[in-house]
């Protein structure tokens, strides 16, 4: 029987979690043997397993299943890899459950490279999100390759700023690989495709049910030497994937935010249990001690290059009052002391001069330089 067919089969099995399959796999010698044998030999010498998971092992309706299965996905170009296979990443192998089998759509030698995760909220503040992306452009500069989950916010800029270096990352899914979820993300999703990878567990036409998020968090953590986390409230998802790291022996990183937003709680509680602080891309890939490229050290924050270092006093002045994070005109004005006509007319200036950018609501922020 071919191997793919008898794990696709055995993993088919409704009701049938990992940890039913790792004890099925501990008493038989592969899923083939399980699959050939009398249901009433199992539940004797498998105990502690369902009844209803037990009377689904139905050998020929599992393997017509399976093989419809390969069929489906191969039209869509997905490729299915076992536990077993060499093309399975082997720092997932090692953690507690690791996935059956994965569904991969994209290029999948990407599962075999050096990986750091990279999430956060999903209601996202536009600071984060720009830390996010730029952050996850720089990583890949230095021969990583970014692991998020798609979904909105940290998530989606991450994925965007790998995709503007290298392409390298991969969007691990909480459903199946022909289900886009969130459909706002339907074009991100078919250029990772394209150009990254996209990866889940689960088999096709898989709904993005809630219990199936942190189960992904955990692929995400699994696939990855390190865990970014750029923006996290207290009861966010993205502190499931630090504590998942955490049990798996990878690093945990936090970015630092505003103590006044209830969006930078959850990655301050991260620093106060011991995370480590990313003031700027160096401070990961030194602590993973990645053999990368090395390029000059860069803070997240913005000052002024020398391409638009060409600014009168005045406006160099007003740039210092100036920050990454949204201000309206008003609280500009109140902390330059000047007047709303000149504040109106500087701004007009620094932004003609790409060193900042406005925002809806009247709000202005500085913009950060594109690369190191």
Known sequence: MNKLLEWLALSLTPGLGIR?????LAVFDGPQQVLETDQSRIRKLVPGIRANIIAGINKEKLLAAAEKEIECAAGLGIEIITREQEAYPELLRHIDDPPILLYVKGN????????IGVVGARAASVYGQRIAEDLSKRLCQ?????????????????????????????????CGLDVV?????????????????????????????????PARNRIISGLSLGVVVVEAARKSGSLITADYALEQGREVFA???????CKSEGTHRLLQEGAKLVHTVNDIVEELSFPAVVYNASSLSCQPDGENAALT???K????????YPQTIDEITRQSRMTVQKVSELLLMLELKGLIESLPGNQYQKRRPASV
């Open 20 to 24: 039913s399959w790792n004890k099925l």
């Open 108 to 115: 999948a030698s990407l599962l075999q490279s050096a990986c």
């Open 142 to 174: 230095r021969g990583l390759t970014v692991v998020s989950g798609l979904a909105l916010g940290i998530d989606a800029a991450a994925h965007k700023g790998a995709l503007q270096a290298s392409g390298a990352t991969l969007a691990v899914l909480g």
């Open 181 to 213: 979820y969130p459909r706002q993300n339907r074009s991100l999703y078919e250029e990772i495709a394209c150009r990254g990878a996209l990866v889940s567990e689960y088999r096709l036409g898989a709904l993005p049910e809630a219990f199936r998020f």
């Open 255 to 261: 970015v630092p935010g505003r103590i006044d937003s």
């Open 313 to 315: 006093e005045e406006e």
């Open 317 to 324: 002045v007003f740039f210092a009052y100036l920050d990454v």
